[in-house]
């Protein structure tokens, strides 16, 4: 039976300021989104725009469901007037990691609290498929006994290009092999190997594993990459377009009331950088949008894509005519988002968190507007076989995020020293304080330069007594080489290179070990709303 714990947000490392006052609900942040969790008002969803039924349609066409199942019933619900909560996230190898479907359980859960509440509500999952940083999107890894293997696609011929459209190709065979081989059978494993196919493309397969993944709750997926989708929300792409000036002093005032704030610019705005990339029509690269100043030849200012320069009457035909090939960055993305779905509330991790506060202007000026946004689930999965090595070492999982994998050694071999060695070292470091702190006094009365000296050598004295206690650490750890191992386990499993699992592991090891209820049992977590991070006991 799984059992969880709750633990404040702050137990989890490297989150910005600006996160942490968001979920702690400071005043400070309040100004700059449209409510701070845990508010519901968002669960009164904007109007639906006159696009409404042709976004249906196309919803429905990437989303072919039987009569009567979940999605079938989430497309009929939004047909029928419901709201969308909206997440998404790149579309990574073999489904990419942990936090992805913990993103969509989390989408799921909140459109489940709404329509409990009497206001219907949809989760829809946006495919990030116009992301070209094909590096980040290319892998993925799993835990492999004492290892962990990083499986890779590799593809030059990807570079700049939105991922995607890349098109798998006989290169996926063998890693298929590998993901059999490391994760065993399982309707997972089944569902991978089937979604990732030779001609098919890296959206494609992400979108078909995941509609299996998340069957049961209805999740619809959304790729926008497409002709169609960029037709519907061609408006937002021209105002990028016609205001860009105007949304470049908007965001780079934001950027400095988060400074005053003290906080930091999310997302760099330079005086040349746009909110658009240009897709070039014979490279299918992506390429990003940069802003001229005016001259006398041309005093509305041009726009520079490689080498290639454009008016904005150029880019507005290009739109026209090929919409798809106009493209948002990552802070005029969610507006298309939501100017496309009519969003009630998104779910986003802690950077996209963070944009949300720069990007508000845009939201404002655009839609008239600012979607309010809330905090993706957060959480560590403990494996029956690591429960037991923590609960032998009476350690927290809290304590293990706070140490590296060699220190968690140090803390072990410390640990299992005699009780006889710890004393000593005990009654002589406390001894040596004791005596070196009335003299460093005394010193300090005596002349500032001597007091100075005394502490330094006391620094030293200190250091020394500090290494006796490592050394005899050492000694138990060579003495007791399953410490290390223990503590190599531990840390590969829970906080991978000082990393948490949720950003390293991929979430298909997890589905194949547990099976896609374990999909149901992260839905029902994130609906209980711990507001902080959740650690799953399997």
């Not at 579309?91 to 459109?111: D, H």
């Not at 005596?435 to 460093?440: A, F, G, K, R, V």
């Not at 979430?507 to 507001?531: H, K, S, T, W």
Request: glycine fraction near 8%; charge should be negative; include cysteine.
């Amino acid at each position: 039976m799984l059992t969880a714990d709750c633990f404040p947000i702050t137990v989890a490392p490297g989150l910005t300021r600006l996160f942490l006052d968001y979920c702690a609900g400071d005043a400070a942040v309040s100004r700059f989104y449209a409510s701070l969790p845990p508010d519901t008002g968002w669960q009164t969803k904007p109007e639906q725009p006159p696009h409404w039924p042709d976004l249906i349609n196309e919803l429905t066409q990437q989303n072919q469901a039987p009569d009567g199942s979940p999605a079938a019933l989430a497309l009929k619900a939004l047909s029928a007037g419901a709201g969308a909560v909206v997440t998404g996230q790149q579309v990574g190898l073999f489904g990419g990691p942990l936090f992805t479907p913990f993103k969509a359980a989390t989408a799921v859960a909140r459109a489940r609290q709404a329509t409990t509440a009497g206001k219907p509500h949809a989760a829809i999952f946006w495919l990030a498929s116009e992301d070209h940083d094909f590096a980040e999107v290319n892998h993925v890894i799993f835990p492999a006994g004492r290892e962990l293997k990083k499986l890779v696609y590799a593809d030059a011929s990807a570079a700049d290009r939105p991922v995607g459209g890349i098109v798998l190709d006989e290169r996926i065979t063998p890693l298929i092999d590998q993901a059999w081989e490391l994760l065993g059978g399982s309707d997972a494993m089944d569902a991978l190997a089937a979604a990732y196919q030779p001609g098919r493309t890296f959206a494609q397969a992400f979108a078909e594993f995941y509609k299996k993944a998340f069957a049961a709750q209805g999740l619809l997926v959304l790729d926008a990459g497409g002709r169609a989708i960029h037709r519907l929300g061609a408006p937002v792409l021209r105002e990028g377009l016609e205001r860009a000036d105007e949304f470049h002093a908007a965001l780079t005032e934001r950027s400095s009331e988060l400074v005053a704030a003290g906080y930091h610019s999310q997302v760099a705005v330079g005086t040349q950088s746009s909110l658009l990339f240009l897709i070039d029509e014979k490279t299918g690269a992506r390429q990003s949008l940069k802003r001229t100043a005016p001259t006398a030849a041309e005093p509305q200012g041009l726009w520079q894509a490689g080498r290639q320069h454009y008016s904005t009457a150029d880019l507005v035909g290009i739109l026209e005519a090929e919409p798809e090939r106009i493209s948002p960055s990552a802070l005029l993305r969610p507006v298309f988002q939501d100017f496309l779905l009519s969003t009630s509330l998104i779910i986003g991790g802690p950077a996209e968190i963070a944009y949300f506060a720069q990007a508000a202007v845009l939201f404002e000026k655009i839609l008239g507007r600012k979607t309010p946004a809330q905090p993706r689930f957060s959480g560590t999965l403990v494996e029956p076989a690591i429960g037991e090595v923590l609960r032998k070492h009476e350690l927290s999982v809290e304590r293990v995020f706070s140490e590296s994998a060699d220190s968690l050694a140090q803390l072990l071999g410390a640990r299992a020293m005699p009780v006889e060695g710890k004393q000593k070292l005990a009654a002589a470091g406390t001894a040596l304080d004791a005596e070196l702190q009335p003299l460093l006094e005394w010193t300090a009365k005596l002349d500032a330069g001597l007091g100075k000296s005394a502490e330094t050598a006391a620094s030293k004295m200190r250091y020394q007594m500090n290494r006796m206690r490592r050394l005899a650490a050492n000694f138990q750890l060579q003495k007791e080489a399953s410490l290390r191992r223990h503590a190599e386990a531990i840390s590969q499993a829970l906080y991978p290179g000082g990393v948490l699992q949720e950003r390293v592991h991929g979430a298909a090891f997890y589905l194949a070990r547990y099976g896609f209820d374990l999909v149901e049992e992260i839905c029902v977590q994130a609906e209980n709303a711990c507001p902080g991070h959740t650690v799953m006991w399997m």
